[in-house]
């Protein structure tokens, strides 16, 4: 069946930048999405990228897709304390379902 | 406010119980979904409804139970069945295809005693 599969931590300094990745199996992936899941909370959306994609840029964040790889990395730029948090790399099979990664949790220190 | 609410936020039950979880959304999504959380496993999914009067199983709905009668809820009972069911839980909505956004409630976090 489909898998996706992150690491489990990443710890940065305050002002560096953060890549969190992610691999996935299923080639036929129309979607694939970053979650945010701040201590204690549901899960909000922080971007997606369209399979035909290559790349997605929106304010401090950057997607990267590399689709013969089967490989999704989410940048985030000038990390703050506020971006402490578990991220979800997530991906739509082409039903009504979404495959969720692990998880990463991102420790942000000064 | 749109959004998708879940209750209570902290729930403790005694071992043998059976518990509802409560899940309401206000965004006319016709899909909604019951994910279980747990340290280091990511979220994995034990029901969906797509329809109102409908729902599949998910990954692991051994011991859990639910009901679509409405649009707007979909609650989830954790039965005496479930072997573990000491974790976090968290309701989902979907509008639906392509796009596939699911909008998340704050969850709640189920302690067996």
């Known amino acids: 069946g489909e898998d996706v599969e992150q690491s489990l931590f990443l710890s940065v300094r305050e002002g560096d930048s953060s890549v969190i990745n992610c691999t996935y199996t299923?080639?036929?992936?129309?979607?694939l999405y970053w979650y945010k899941q701040e201590p204690g909370a549901g899960l909000q959306l922080l971007t997606y990228i369209f399979s035909n994609m290559d790349m997605k840029q929106d304010q401090r964040l950057t997607v990267l897709l590399n689709k013969k790889d089967k490989h999704l990395s989410l940048r985030i730029a000038d990390t703050q304390t506020g971006d402490s948090a578990i991220y979800f790399c997530?991906?739509?099979?082409?039903?009504?379902?979404?495959?969720f990664g692990t998880g990463t949790r991102l420790q942000v220190f000064p | 406010d749109g959004g998708i609410t879940q209750s209570p936020k902290y729930l403790f039950r005694k071992e043998g119980q059976n518990v509802t979880l409560s899940c309401e959304q206000n965004l006319n999504h016709d899909a909604m979904y019951w994910y279980r959380q747990d340290p280091g496993q990511g979220l994995r999914l034990i029901y969906y409804?797509?329809?109102?009067?409908?729902?599949q199983k998910g990954d692991i709905a051994e011991g859990y139970s639910v009901s679509r009668e409405k649009k707007e809820s979909f609650p989830l009972t954790v039965t005496s069945a479930q072997k573990n069911p000491t974790a976090f839980y968290l309701c989902?909505?979907?509008?639906?295809?392509?796009?596939?956004?699911?909008?998340f409630g704050p969850g709640t976090r189920l302690t067996v005693l």
């Open positions: 299923d080639s036929s992936s129309t979607y």
């Open positions: 989902a909505s979907q509008m639906g295809s392509p796009y596939n956004e699911q909008f």
């Open positions: 409804s797509q329809i109102v009067n409908d729902f």
């Open positions: 997530a991906e739509s099979d082409n039903t009504d379902k979404l495959i």
